[in-house]
C-alpha cells in the first residue's frame, strides 16, 4: 500500500442508501460522475475498494462499493474520506501543473526577494490565486500575499524540481 501522502482526496462517503450496501457519495471532482473514473479507491486511511455499480439518484450520486453489502457495512465507511493513489493523475503537459505540486513551493520575484511558500492555491472563477505565506521578518510586513496564477503576465517560471516559482510582481504590493 501506498503512503498517505501519495493519496489525494477526491470525495467522501455519504450516508446509507437502502438495505443492500449503497451509499451515498460525495464527489469533489470537477464532474462529480468523473470521481468513477479513479478506481480502486481508498476509503479512510487504508483499505482499497472496488465500486460495482453507481448511478444518479436525483442531484445525488450513489454506489455499490465491492465488499459492503449491507446497510450495517455501509453505516461504518460512513463520512469517511475516498481517496485516489496521486500515480492516477493523468501526465500532464511542461506548462500544467496540478495545485498539489505548487504547494509548498518558494516564491521570488523576478528582482531575487523571496516572497515566501505556496500555502494553498484556489480557483476565484476569473482566474487561479497563489496563497504565499511571507517569510517571518518580510520588509513589507505582509504575512500573507494572493497572487494571481497568471502564466501570460505574473507568473515567469514554474521550476517543478527546484520547487520554485518566478513572479513578476511587486514585493511592497
Given amino acids: 500500500m501506498s503512503q498517505a501522502s501519495d493519496n489525494i482526496v477526491i470525495g467522501k462517503i455519504g450516508a446509507p442508501y437502502g438495505v443492500k450496501g449503497w451509499v ?37 450520486l450513489v454506489a455499490k462499493i465491492v465488499g459492503v ?7 461504518c465507511i460512513k463520512n469517511l474520506d475516498i481517496h485516489m493513489l496521486a500515480a492516477q ?27 515566501g511558500v505556496v500555502k494553498d492555491v484556489f480557483n476565484t472563477g476569473a482566474n487561479d490565486v497563489l496563497q504565499v505565506k511571507a517569510k517571518a521578518n518580510d520588509a513589507f510586513g505582509q504575512k500573507e500575499r494572493l497572487l494571481p ?12 524540481e527546484g520547487k520554485a516559482i518566478t513572479v513578476d510582481w511587486d514585493p511592497g504590493f
Fill in 69 to 75: 453489502d449491507s446497510r450495517n457495512d455501509a453505516e
Fill in 149 to 160: 496564477f497568471d502564466l501570460d503576465s505574473v507568473v515567469q517560471t514554474v521550476d517543478k
Fill in 89 to 115: 493523475l493523468p501526465e500532464l503537459g511542461d506548462d500544467e501543473f496540478y495545485w498539489r505540486e505548487l504547494i509548498g513551493m518558494q516564491v521570488v520575484t523576478t528582482q531575487g526577494y523571496q516572497l
Fill in 24 to 60: 451515498k457519495i460525495n464527489s469533489y471532482t470537477d464532474t462529480p460522475e468523473g470521481i468513477f473514473e479513479y478506481c480502486p479507491w481508498i476509503i479512510g486511511d487504508s483499505k482499497e475498494y472496488q465500486i460495482d455499480q453507481w448511478r444518479t439518484h436525483g442531484k445525488t
